[in-house]
């Protein structure tokens, strides 16, 4: 694993900032306007869009929100938590006109009164206190492609399991304001078996719903002289209860409601989310390399799994 500390990353972000300007400058001089009903022009800008079209940069961006439960239907959703993210991606066009996605991305969780990191937790349903384990996916790679059977898709390892997922994308203009959004669904089978983890395991499958929507500058998504145009959007995540939270089968799903944007540099980080990151795992900064491609990605499942021992069943 290496830190971004050690590679110079933090200074090829400056460079890349400085060098960005420059191109933002020029972007009004030349435009090519893009079909988006022709599936490889519309995922091709999707990546310009989430990341960089040149194979040798990486992107960086940043999420925050708030993390609520939903246990009955009769009351509203309870907030948990907040969230404050990581990723880091790098992108790989292929011959035949797909995508490689190499992303890394990470999380913590704060105290929603104060806004400081937890690292511990009081169950408010079970009123049990739990340790906090963090978002720390080293691998989730992706293939972003143009299916005979979907059209724009994306092929994903999800915990041991190549799952093709229809990747619409739904442009949507105002004027030059350009609005990205695209929503994954997906269930597989749950690493952390029932019978194993009776403390932790949410049940047989995992079901997952994803949503992504992006707000863009048409014009800099049109400039065919830089190989990136930026965003910011929202991100909501409805899945099962995380395994460090001890809910077992208990009816309920979470949601993540967070914004997120795309950054230039990591130095446009706050000081003290940096230092939580340079602290806990300096070696996020990068994006995965080209050798893990084909590896099994992570997930806060894989990961609690791999790490973790399972605690025994509630006694009554």
Same mark, same amino acid.
């Given at each position: 694993?290496?830190?971004?500390?050690?590679?110079?990353?933090?200074?090829?972000?400056?460079?890349?900032?400085?060098?960005?300007?420059?191109?933002?400058?020029?972007?009004?001089?030349?435009?090519?306007?893009?079909?988006?009903?022709?599936?490889?022009?519309?995922?091709?800008?999707?990546?310009?869009?989430?990341?960089?079209?040149?194979?040798?940069?990486?992107?960086?961006?940043?999420?925050?929100?708030?993390?609520?439960?939903?246990?009955?239907?009769?009351?509203?959703?309870?907030?948990?938590?907040?969230?404050?993210?990581?990723?880091?991606?790098?992108?790989?066009?292929?011959?035949?006109?797909?995508?490689?996605?190499?992303?890394?991305?990470?999380?913590?969780?704060?105290?929603?009164?104060?806004?400081?990191?937890?690292?511990?937790?009081?169950?408010?349903?079970?009123?049990?206190?739990?340790? #906090?384990? %963090?978002?720390?996916?080293?691998?989730?790679?992706?293939?972003?492609?143009? &299916?005979?059977? +979907?059209?724009?898709? $994306? @092929?994903?390892?999800?915990?041991?399991?190549?799952?093709?997922?229809?990747?619409?994308?739904?442009?949507?203009?105002?004027?030059?304001?350009?609005?990205?959004?695209?929503?994954?669904?997906?269930?597989?089978?749950?690493?952390?078996?029932?019978?194993?983890?009776?403390?932790?395991?949410?049940?047989?499958?995992?079901?997952?719903?994803?949503?992504?929507?992006?707000?863009?500058?048409?014009?800099?998504?049109?400039?065919?002289?830089?190989?990136?145009?930026?965003?910011?959007?929202?991100?909501?995540?409805?899945?099962?209860?995380?395994?460090?939270?001890?809910?077992?089968?208990?009816?309920?799903?979470? #949601?993540? %409601?967070?914004?997120?944007?795309?950054?230039?540099?990591?130095?446009?980080? &706050?000081?003290? +989310?940096?230092?939580? $990151? @340079?602290?806990?795992?300096?070696?996020?900064?990068?994006?995965?390399?080209?050798?893990?491609?084909?590896?099994?990605?992570?997930?806060?499942?894989?990961?609690?799994?791999?790490?973790?021992?399972?605690?025994?069943?509630?006694?009554?």
């Amino acid at each position: 694993m290496r830190s971004i500390l050690s590679t110079g990353g933090v200074a090829a972000g400056g460079m890349m900032l400085g060098g960005c300007a420059q191109l933002n400058a020029a972007s009004a001089a030349r435009r090519e306007p893009i079909d988006f009903s022709d599936p490889n022009q519309s995922l091709r800008a999707f990546i310009k869009l989430m990341g960089d079209l040149d194979p040798t940069v990486e992107t960086p961006s940043w999420f925050g929100g708030t993390l609520f439960a939903d246990t009955r239907r009769d009351r509203p959703l309870k907030p948990l938590m907040g969230v404050e993210g990581f990723g880091v991606l790098r992108t790989e066009p292929q011959p035949d006109g797909s995508y490689r996605i190499f992303n890394r991305e990470l999380a913590f969780y704060t105290d929603l009164k104060t806004g400081e990191y937890i690292d511990t937790w009081v169950n408010p349903f079970t009123k049990e206190k739990c340790d #906090v384990k %963090s978002i720390h996916n080293m691998t989730v790679n992706a293939h972003m492609i143009v &299916s005979k059977k +979907f059209g724009t898709a $994306i @092929e994903m390892d999800f915990d041991g399991n190549l799952i093709e997922v229809p990747l619409p994308l739904d442009w949507q203009n105002f004027g030059d304001k350009l609005f990205s959004n695209f929503a994954v669904h997906t269930a597989f089978p749950n690493e952390l078996k029932p019978d194993v983890w009776p403390r932790e395991s949410s049940g047989p499958v995992v079901r997952i719903a994803e949503i992504f929507q992006r707000t863009a500058d048409l014009a800099e998504l049109e400039d065919p002289d830089v190989t990136r145009a930026d965003y910011s959007g929202t991100w909501t995540r409805v899945g099962p209860w995380l395994p460090w939270m001890r809910q077992g089968q208990t009816d309920g799903n979470l #949601v993540f %409601s967070t914004f997120m944007t795309k950054l230039k540099s990591a130095d446009e980080l &706050s000081p003290r +989310f940096r230092a939580r $990151i @340079e602290e806990r795992l300096p070696e996020y900064f990068v994006a995965p390399s080209a050798d893990t491609w084909g590896s099994k990605n992570d997930s806060s499942f894989s990961v609690y799994a791999r790490e973790n021992q399972p605690l025994p069943p509630r006694t009554k």
